[in-house]
């Protein structure tokens, strides 16, 4: 992945009320921070917040929390938000540390068009792999609920697989995602790839 550099990307970081700088020191204490006990939704991979920030203000009723691990994207993302988004969140890290961060709080996890590590020797990074399903287990609250899309059909085939194979039941597949669903909230990737007409693909998987 190519990025470009933001201007005054530190000084956006340092002065942003919506970044989580510890984030370790809330672990299985996010509620405190945000003043509620409504359901906590996190999104891996937020890129430039869109579909987070879109979901926080249509449903202040859920608090959201967006992950990304790439300074400049955090940076992006930040100009966008508005100020007084209180159910919102961003937390800078590899997603790799995620039970470093949570433990039986998340209700829901949202991983919209993650990179998809398309080499064989790479398939442990996708966001779907044994590795990150075994981590998601340790932080999820009661259900164990992700809601996936991809562009990628390869990607999208294996994460089938793997979520079967850790007892997940599959639920909304779609290989064409956009015939069907319309009015939904997108991400800056989906909106793209929805102009040009691609396809996406969708799972929602759920275990107790």
């Given at each position: 992945?190519?990025?470009?550099?933001?201007?005054?990307?530190e000084?956006?970081?340092?002065?942003c009320?919506?970044?989580?700088?510890?984030?370790?020191?809330?672990?299985?204490?996010?509620?405190?921070?945000?003043?509620?006990?409504?359901?906590i939704?996190i999104?891996?991979?937020?890129?430039?917040?869109?579909f987070?920030?879109?979901?926080?203000?249509?449903?202040?009723?859920?608090?959201?929390?967006?992950?990304?691990?790439?300074d400049s994207?955090?940076?992006?993302a930040?100009?966008?938000?508005?100020?007084?988004?209180p159910n919102?969140?961003?937390?800078?890290?590899?997603?790799?540390?995620?039970?470093?961060?949570?433990?039986?709080?998340?209700?829901?996890?949202?991983?919209?068009?993650?990179?998809?590590?398309?080499?064989?020797?790479?398939?442990?990074r996708?966001?779907?792999?044994?590795?990150?399903?075994d981590?998601?287990?340790?932080?999820?609250?009661?259900?164990?609920?992700?809601e996936?899309?991809?562009?990628?059909e390869?990607?999208?085939?294996?994460?089938?697989?793997?979520?079967?194979?850790?007892?997940?039941?599959?639920?909304?597949?779609s290989?064409n995602?956009?015939?069907?669903?319309?009015d939904?909230?997108?991400?800056?990737?989906?909106?793209?790839?929805?102009?040009?007409?691609?396809?996406?693909?969708?799972?929602?998987a759920?275990?107790?």
């Open positions: 992945m190519r990025l470009r550099n933001v201007k005054n990307k000084e956006i970081l340092n002065n009320p919506y970044l989580i700088k510890n984030p370790e020191d809330f672990r299985e204490n996010w509620l405190t921070l945000f003043n509620n006990n409504n359901p939704y999104e891996i991979g937020m890129g430039k917040g869109k987070l920030l879109e979901n926080a203000i249509k449903h202040p009723d859920i608090n959201y929390i967006g992950i990304e691990r790439f994207v955090v940076a992006k930040i100009k966008k938000i508005p100020e007084s988004i919102l969140k961003i937390i800078r890290m590899n997603a790799l540390d995620i039970d470093k961060i949570f433990s039986k709080e998340i209700d829901l996890i949202y991983l919209n068009f993650s990179d998809p590590w398309p080499k064989k020797r790479w398939h442990d996708r966001l779907t792999s044994k590795i990150f399903l981590k998601y287990d340790l932080i999820f609250k009661d259900m164990k609920r992700i996936m899309k991809t562009d990628n390869d990607l999208f085939i294996y994460s089938l697989e793997t979520l079967s194979q850790k007892g997940y039941a599959l639920s909304d597949i290989f995602y956009h015939k069907t669903h319309q939904i909230i997108m991400s800056e990737y989906e909106m793209r790839f929805s102009k040009e007409g691609k396809k996406v693909y969708h799972l929602f759920q275990k107790k």
